[in-house]
């Protein structure tokens, strides 16, 4: 199995399949409870969709006219299984920021109507989520019916979209083929050239967003950036205990722990046992701990120290030795060893999920 | 942009009990506690986020043994909007 996409658990090794099932199970309710049925919800109350038109949708619909398209586990064992699941969460992941506000015209719903609609400041209005029980058979035919459902609503939600003219069906695969687009992660660009290159690492800790757009990096457009650096002396941590505010868009999506009660309640109460417990991260005590809690207005990424031995290493091969943990605090860059090591046992680098818009 | 913040880095602050009309995302385990400014940020524009603006923001350091029951010497930083905060009498 690789770590990839962000599903990396933060108990258990690359071949402990229960621990990546655990990790889906997590953040498939995550982004149901939290992320879409919220958004759905919204729309309905204001008659932007409405259910009926749902129902007309899902009773005519044929299989030929979906949108979404979902492939076929390549194999009957539990790791294709497992990396099937893995797949088809990241493209219900997807769908979800396909039909984000900015996709759909006159759709002026922002971020803070979401975390209302969702119970952040209610437990009204908070949407159940599902447990999971079982063995791991078990539990992977229940994953497999859940992103079956799941995924049938997103679409019928699409599909009336369309029908009720608040989106093209041509804008939405335009849209749709850009989340599919690799590029280079703008987080490994980013450190790596902060590592590079002095002047621009002090115009990135004292300006955020201005240094990138000098950069020509995705500056983003989600409050104001702050980096804050690893050094001989700190350990920063990033959390949000509010929610999971995160600069998504210049980073793409969080791990899936970073969105987790037990990582946001404990990181504050007690950093130190929490890095080591979740992450296997012992910091020094002559280290100062820094824990940042974001709030929405700033978001936060950590500046992680080079690692020894890159003294040599160009931009590029440096990028590839920054992991989406590192940025979090959660976590070091590879060491070059490292990164030979995972390459000769073909383990992807690990991505985050959903790239910015 | 244009701010008229009230607090300076390295003043001492309270964090209010409680404050219905201000903005809602202030964690809880702050309140009532005591910190000390660590950055400020001014008035800021979020439009994705939320409509209109917040009160001038600053990043508030508070010790950790001030919040929980922890004794390393770490700290905490939190982004807290200045209608939630107040002049604390510094420790000599």
Not at chain 1, 319 to 347: C, F, K, N
Not at chain 2, 48 to 53: A, F, I, K, L, P
Not at chain 2, 59 to 87: A, R
Request: net charge neutral; hydrophobic share 35%.
């Amino acid at each position: 199995m690789s770590g990839k996409h962000g599903h990396k658990p933060f108990e258990g090794h690359m071949h402990d399949y229960m621990a990546h099932i655990k990790a889906v199970e997590e953040d498939l309710e995550y982004y149901r409870a939290k992320r879409f049925e919220p958004r759905i919800i919204y729309l309905l109350r204001r008659g932007v969709v409405t259910f009926y038109d749902l129902l007309k949708v899902r009773a005519t619909l044929k299989k030929k006219d979906h949108f979404f398209k979902v492939g076929k586990p390549q194999g009957k064992n539990i790791e294709a299984r497992v990396r099937y699941l893995e797949e088809w969460l990241d493209e219900y992941v997807k769908g979800i920021a396909l039909v984000s506000a900015r996709a759909v015209e006159g759709m002026d719903m922002v971020t803070e109507d979401n975390r209302k609609e969702r119970g952040d400041y209610d437990d009204f209005f908070k949407i159940k989520k599902k447990e999971h029980n079982g063995a791991i058979e078990e539990r992977m035919a229940n994953l497999e019916q859940d992103l079956t459902d799941y995924q049938a609503l997103l679409e019928v939600f699409v599909q009336a979209l369309i029908k009720r003219g608040w989106a093209t069906r041509k804008d939405l695969e335009q849209r749709w083929k850009q989340l599919h687009e690799e590029r280079p992660w703008a987080g490994g660009v980013i450190v790596a050239k902060a590592w590079s290159d002095p002047e621009f690492k002090r115009a990135l800790l004292t300006t955020g967003r201005e240094a990138l757009r000098e950069m020509g990096v995705h500056q983003g457009k989600v409050g104001k950036l702050v980096v804050v650096e690893n050094t001989d002396r700190v350990h920063n941590v990033i959390v949000c205990t509010l929610c999971s505010c995160y600069p998504y868009d210049i980073l793409g999506d969080t791990p899936w722990w970073y969105k987790h009660e037990s990582y946001r309640t404990s990181i504050v109460q007690n950093p130190r046992q929490c890095i080591k417990e979740m992450f296997r991260l012992e910091i020094p005590p002559e280290k100062e701990v820094r824990v940042w809690d974001s709030t929405s207005d700033v978001r936060y990424f950590v500046l992680p120290k080079r690692p020894a031995g890159t003294e040599n290493m160009s931009e590029e091969e440096l990028a590839a030795l920054v992991t989406v943990d590192s940025l979090i605090g959660a976590g070091y860059p590879l060491e070059p060893a490292q990164l030979r090591e995972r390459e000769a046992a073909h383990v992807e680098p690990e991505m985050p999920r959903v790239r910015p818009d | 942009m244009e701010t008229s913040s009230k607090y300076k880095i390295g003043d001492a602050v309270m964090v209010a009990d409680e404050n219905p009309t201000g903005n809602r995302r202030t964690p809880h385990y702050i309140r009532g506690k005591r910190g000390v400014i660590g950055a400020v940020h001014g008035v800021l524009e979020n439009i994705r986020d939320h409509r209109g603006v917040h009160k001038p923001l600053y990043t508030v350091k508070f010790d950790l043994g001030e919040l929980f029951s922890c004794h390393d010497q770490d700290s905490i930083w939190v982004d807290v909007h200045e209608e939630w905060l107040s002049e604390a009498i510094r420790d000599s």
